[in-house]
């Protein structure tokens, strides 16, 4: 039997389903784009597709006189760990099937540069590649490992969460594992189903010790990734999968890093703050044009939260405190989603400004279901649904 919150989850998502096919049934039946069921990711106002663009971003102030190239997300991811290689003679890259480029070709061609001492498959067990990442780190190296799937992380978790996590403080500071690196594709991709879909970054927000990374673009992806490698800390660097070659920037060729626990204003207003983070960025940049496009004098504030641990709170308190209104989504389910923890915060802090409830768009409280994933994220129809209620409030 299923419980009444699976219920009301599934009577939600048939709903959805609804109206969705309805709205696609009377669309003008053009073919999806390239990047599936994400659209506008190519002309995302987020993506740095000039020189210009690129090298006028305040954070890239170190690099701007550097060239640039137009890369997609999994060039730029390699042309991260080809810089960390190139820099630091005691990084190692390893995990399933990377020493031939990876399923997503981001450690393509490193094993041929570096060598297959450095860039090197590991066995089918994900307990085994972290503790042998955790063992590298504890004695000096820098591994850089890789989890081919971020549904494939949880056989990992307890040597992530009660082994890498706490290594310094068990301690007393003595030894520590900060060299550990754990990169993941994560999120959907429209055919990915229960195990190749999911977004388990609360999971692991709960754990002090940790830090956590979800890059939105080549530029994001190239800089965060070597911040994480260099931080003194283990970092989780979640990858959006279907921004691997959807999403193409000019990306400084340069070596780069950018903060770590740093959220970023990339559209400012007056009215509505709206947060999230990945590939959810380009969802909710098409809600917010549409609901702005229909209230006229609407004004929203998007947020790209960038770091899940730690998060950036003052970005978003000061952004809700002007505007008095939030909205939070992610892919994620609802239920213990990270979206809880910013309402949370928020809500304590910025009790006295708020105008209406704090809203979210998640996920719903269901397994990835494989033919109807499309509206089983939250899709642009339901945000700006969610945006309007809000302001309507």
């Given at each position: 039997?299923?419980?009444?919150?699976?219920?009301?989850?599934?009577?939600?998502?048939?709903?959805?389903?609804?109206?969705?096919?309805?709205?696609?049934?009377?669309?003008?039946?053009?073919?999806?784009?390239?990047?599936?069921?994400?659209?506008?990711?190519?002309?995302?106002?987020?993506?740095?597709?000039?020189?210009?663009?690129?090298?006028?971003?305040p954070?890239?102030?170190?690099?701007?006189?550097?060239?640039?190239?137009?890369?997609?997300?999994?060039?730029?991811?390699?042309?991260?760990?080809?810089t960390?290689?190139?820099?630091?003679?005691?990084?190692?890259?390893?995990?399933?099937?990377?020493?031939?480029?990876?399923?997503?070709?981001?450690?393509?061609?490193?094993?041929?540069?570096?060598?297959?001492?450095?860039?090197?498959?590991?066995?089918?067990?994900e307990?085994?590649?972290?503790?042998?990442?955790?063992?590298?780190?504890?004695?000096?190296?820098t591994p850089?490992?890789?989890?081919?799937?971020?549904?494939?992380?949880?056989?990992?978790?307890?040597?992530?969460?009660?082994?890498a996590?706490?290594?310094?403080?068990?301690?007393?500071?003595?030894?520590?594992?900060?060299?550990?690196?754990?990169?993941?594709?994560?999120?959907?991709?429209?055919?990915?189903?229960?195990?190749?879909?999911?977004?388990?970054?609360?999971?692991?927000?709960?754990?002090?010790g940790?830090?956590?990374?979800?890059?939105?673009?080549?530029?994001?992806?190239?800089?965060?990734?070597?911040?994480?490698?260099?931080?003194?800390?283990?970092?989780?660097?979640?990858?959006?999968?279907i921004?691997?070659?959807?999403a193409?920037?000019?990306?400084?060729?340069?070596?780069?890093?950018?903060?770590?626990?740093?959220?970023?204003?990339?559209?400012?207003?007056?009215?509505l703050?709206?947060?999230?983070?990945?590939?959810?960025?380009?969802?909710?940049?098409?809600?917010?044009?549409?609901?702005?496009?229909?209230l006229?004098?609407?004004?929203?504030?998007?947020?790209?939260?960038?770091?899940?641990?730690?998060?950036?709170?003052?970005?978003?308190?000061?952004?809700?405190?002007?505007?008095?209104?939030?909205?939070?989504?992610?892919?994620?389910?609802?239920?213990?989603?990270?979206?809880?923890?910013?309402?949370?915060?928020?809500?304590?802090?910025?009790?006295?400004?708020?105008?209406?409830?704090?809203?979210?768009?998640?996920?719903?409280?269901?397994?990835?279901?494989?033919?109807?994933?499309?509206?089983?994220?939250?899709?642009?129809?339901?945000?700006?649904?969610?945006?309007?209620?809000?302001?309507?409030?």
């Amino acid at each position: 039997m299923l419980s009444s919150a699976s219920r009301n989850a599934a009577s939600k998502l048939r709903s959805s389903v609804s109206f969705v096919k309805r709205t696609l049934a009377s669309s003008s039946g053009s073919p999806p784009p390239a990047e599936g069921f994400m659209q506008g990711v190519a002309t995302s106002k987020f993506i740095k597709s000039t020189k210009e663009q690129a090298l006028a971003h305040p954070e890239l102030a170190a690099v701007k006189n550097s060239e640039t190239q137009k890369m997609n997300y999994f060039t730029a991811v390699n042309d991260a760990l080809a810089t960390a290689l190139a820099t630091d003679d005691k990084a190692v890259i390893f995990g399933e099937d990377v020493g031939f480029g990876g399923v997503f070709r981001c450690t393509i061609g490193l094993a041929e540069k570096f060598g297959k001492d450095r860039v090197f498959n590991m066995p089918l067990t994900e307990q085994g590649i972290i503790g042998f990442g955790i063992g590298m780190a504890a004695v000096g190296h820098t591994p850089i490992a890789e989890i081919q799937f971020a549904d494939y992380v949880f056989p990992a978790f307890d040597q992530i969460v009660n082994e890498a996590a706490k290594y310094r403080y068990r301690s007393g500071n003595e030894f520590n594992v900060g060299g550990l690196t754990i990169r993941m594709p994560c999120n959907a991709v429209g055919h990915g189903a229960l195990y190749h879909s999911q977004s388990p970054e609360a999971y692991f927000a709960h754990t002090p010790g940790l830090k956590i990374v979800y890059p939105r673009s080549p530029i994001q992806a190239k800089g965060f990734l070597l911040a994480a490698i260099r931080d003194p800390n283990p970092v989780l660097v979640m990858e959006p999968k279907i921004l691997y070659r959807s999403a193409v920037e000019q990306v400084p060729v340069d070596d780069f890093v950018l903060p770590l626990g740093k959220a970023e204003v990339v559209k400012e207003g007056k009215d509505l703050t709206v947060v999230g983070w990945g590939a959810q960025l380009y969802v909710l940049e098409h809600a917010v044009q549409e609901a702005e496009k229909r209230l006229p004098g609407l004004s929203i504030e998007v947020i790209d939260l960038r770091s899940i641990l730690p998060w950036d709170r003052d970005t978003v308190e000061k952004s809700v405190n002007k505007t008095g209104r939030l909205l939070i989504a992610h892919e994620a389910p609802h239920t213990g989603g990270f979206g809880g923890e910013i309402a949370a915060a928020i809500q304590e802090r910025c009790f006295l400004k708020l105008e209406a409830p704090i809203a979210r768009v998640c996920g719903w409280d269901t397994p990835f279901p494989l033919v109807y994933e499309k509206f089983y994220v939250p899709g642009m129809i339901r945000c700006l649904d969610e945006i309007e209620r809000v302001m309507n409030y």
